[in-house]
């Protein structure tokens, strides 16, 4: 298996994970569908998160502002990425807006149709978006329970 196979591999399954946990504990949508509410979590966290004083974690933080994914749109028919900017409630909100849209862009096509498209930053958002996931799982001790069990 190649490396970024792997390592998109790697990030489903993390991701995957973080989203049932979060679910579970009752960052969800309510009743219905079940969704996970990643902007109720963002604010849970967000002084938390962004207090923490890792240099993995400002390195992944910064590369992902630095070089935020596009969103996948149809354009005139054609597949087009739009740098239309998310509207995030706080600064941990748009890093996990960033980080849903890295797995988005994945798990729909936008960066894989049997060869990698920008390999190279296909790997640095992977990899980024992994430590910011980390280290949101860890300022929610529910969310982190959840995770573990």
């Known amino acids: 298996m190649d490396k970024l196979d792997k390592l998109s591999f790697d990030f489903f399954k993390f991701f995957s994970r973080i989203e049932y946990s979060l679910k579970a504990a009752s960052f969800h949508t309510g009743e219905g569908y079940a969704n ?8 849970d966290i967000d002084s938390k998160f962004q207090a923490i004083q890792d240099k993995k974690l400002n390195e992944a933080k910064q590369y992902i502002l ?38 988005n ?27 910011v996931l980390k280290y949101a799982l860890e300022s929610n001790e529910k969310v982190k329970e959840a995770f573990e069990n």
């Open 105 to 131: 862009n994945l798990f729909h096509g936008g960066k894989f149709n049997g060869n990698w498209f920008a390999p190279e930053r296909s790997e640095e958002l992977l990899n980024s978006s992994i430590i």
């Open 66 to 103: 630095s070089n935020p994914p596009k969103k996948q749109v149809i354009e005139q028919g054609k597949i087009a990425w739009s740098d239309a900017a998310p509207t995030p409630g706080n600064g941990t909100d748009l890093l996990l807006l960033y980080v849903r849209r890295v797995r």
């Open 36 to 43: 996970p509410d990643w902007t109720t979590f963002a604010q």
